[in-house]
């Protein structure tokens, strides 16, 4: 069985800050995403990757899944940053501004080139690729598949609509279509959906409301751009006991049919494949990640 | 002995370390530290910047460290970069295991 990732919350943080850095590590986020991007200036790129570097390599925190987002990928960095980011031994790489599904392919070829000379298995290192463009999102199911390391998607909802010449709105009707797109593409491909960042960090009820709306559609998690948050977004992506009782009593299905030796488990007439064992494994990670006791079901994840 | 520019790596605030590396030509290293936590940690600050720069080969440079509490990941990122920039050169990733 893979192992189980939750991806409730990513909290991006500068690559060019010691103390945000070392800081980043005692939140409740699920993912921790070291940025060489948007957040360093041209002049501390070099700085940044050897700081997010050492930080990665070294001192990751045992508990997150850490992701390095390198810079862009036609950008004057992107080899250095690779070097550096798959050396770090992240759990992935997070590429921004994806459009085509070649250039995950190269991505995913240099990759397992530094994987080779730094002695790291092949496809250690998973992917999340930004869909930030109209073309990215009409790609997005290509790009998804284009190779297997990647596990996610992320809607970049500013540049998103900039490319598209709408404007950005609390209310995110302007992204509705994108945020369904996305997730389509995202569950016919198998990977996880991230929704895009509620950048006003002073508005909590903005950010409930938004986060609310990107659960029910369906996502798995929402990027954070500030500490402030992560305990908001996590308590939408709690699962409900109805939600935990069913993840259990599909888990016990498996079980029994392992028990039986049976090729295939059915409950309530219906058949239980793997995506669907693993989902259930993910609500039970995620209600163990938000303190509910779980009892009398597998301990898995 | 390679030539080298004077550079600056890293910042003055909380947890971070300000590295300067200046030519010192026909001279011996010199380096000189300032640091909230000198009594506790100095000895040991000083000895990963001078690890750092003899990877570099730095030998005639005059060193000058203001650290506000930068841990020793942060101090050998920041020595690191300060070297790179002084000898104009990119860093060299290699598995270090």
Known sequence: MAQIHLKRTSLYVSGASPINMVQAAFYNEDCLVYDLEDSVPISEKDAARLLVYHTVRYHRPADKYVIIRVNGLYSEFIDEDLEAAVRARPNAIRLPKVEHPDEVRRIADQISRIEKDAGIPDGTIELWCNIESYLGLINAYEIATADPRVVAMALGAEDFTASMKARRTKDGLEIFYARNALLTACRRAGVDAIDAVFSDINDIEGLKEDTLLARNLGFDGKTCVHPRQIDVVNAFFTPSAKEIRQALRILEAVEEGKRQKKGAVTLDGSMIDKPIELRALTTLAQARAAGIPIEGGPNHG | MQSIQPAVAGTLE????????????????????????????????????????????????????????????????????????ATQSQFTWKDED
Do not use: H, M
């Not at chain 2, 990963?48 to 003899?54: A, G, I, M, N, Y």
């Not at chain 2, 570099?56 to 990941?73: E, M, R, Y």
């Open chain 2, 14 to 85: 909380s947890g971070d370390i300000q590295v300067s590396i200046y030519p010192n030509p026909g001279q011996d290293l010199e380096i000189q530290l300032q640091s909230i936590v000198r009594s506790q940690f100095g000895e040991a600050i000083l000895a990963t910047t001078k690890e750092v720069l003899k990877e570099f080969g730095l030998t005639q440079a005059v060193v000058s460290l203001v650290d506000k509490g930068a841990l020793d990941w942060v101090i050998r990122s920041r020595v690191q970069a300060a070297c790179c920039r």
